[in-house]
């Protein structure tokens, strides 16, 4: 049965959400834990992406008090996380990254990163940092992200110091906006 699990869960993951709503949570104290150490960099010198499995990538989920964290979780096959990629550009470009900092996590197939992911990023002139999650432990990651997540994209995770929101759904704006100020 475990193997219909894991169909269920890529059927699932596949699946791009639309409507509103999100959920407040708040973790533990957690010491500020630095940046892990991608698996691997794909890119040229003009674009170097680095390509974390869960275990580089989770220090990002808890990163001190300093400033506002923005997590989205997106694919370039979700049209819904397509759609809203200029809302984060436009919230990472209109604030200084010392007070609000952006981070686009592609879940792209690791097969069509340098055919697909890159090129998508240099025609959108994404701005932000994206880095690419390579972890195929689905079930193991997506609770550490948040435990009422079903996997669905796209989904975003805004965080500062131990208080935390999680979408998991398409968001405007000014659903980031009005979020931002919730942490101010």
């Known amino acids: 049965m475990k193997w219909w699990n894991g169909i ?17 949570s708040a973790v533990a104290d957690n010491a500020v834990p630095e940046e892990g150490m991608p698996k691997r ?8 992406i680095g390509v974390y499995d869960f275990a580089g990538f989770e220090p990002w989920l808890y990163r001190g008090e300093d400033k506002i964290y923005v997590i989205n979780f997106w694919a370039t096959w979700c049209k819904p996380c397509v759609e809203e ?7 990472s470009g209109k604030y200084d990254k010392d007070e609000v ?32 999650l390579d972890d195929p432990r689905q079930n193991d990651w997506i609770p550490k992200v ?22 998991e759904n398409s968001l405007t704006y000014e659903d980031l906006e009005n979020q931002l100020t919730v942490f101010k």
């Open 146 to 167: 948040d435990p009422e997540w079903s996997g669905a994209l796209p989904a975003t995770l805004i965080y500062k110091g131990n208080n935390r929101v999680f979408h």
């Open 85 to 91: 990629l200029p809302y984060f550009e436009r919230l």
């Open 41 to 48: 960099v794909i890119g040229t010198d003009d674009g170097r």
């Open 8 to 24: 269920v869960f890529c059927m699932v993951l596949v699946a791009c959400k639309t409507e509103k709503g999100g959920r407040e």
């Open 101 to 132: 900092e952006v981070l686009l996590v592609s879940l792209d197939m690791p097969g069509t990163l340098e055919e697909q992911l890159l090129p998508f990023i240099r025609k959108k002139k994404l701005e932000s940092r994206v880095i690419v």
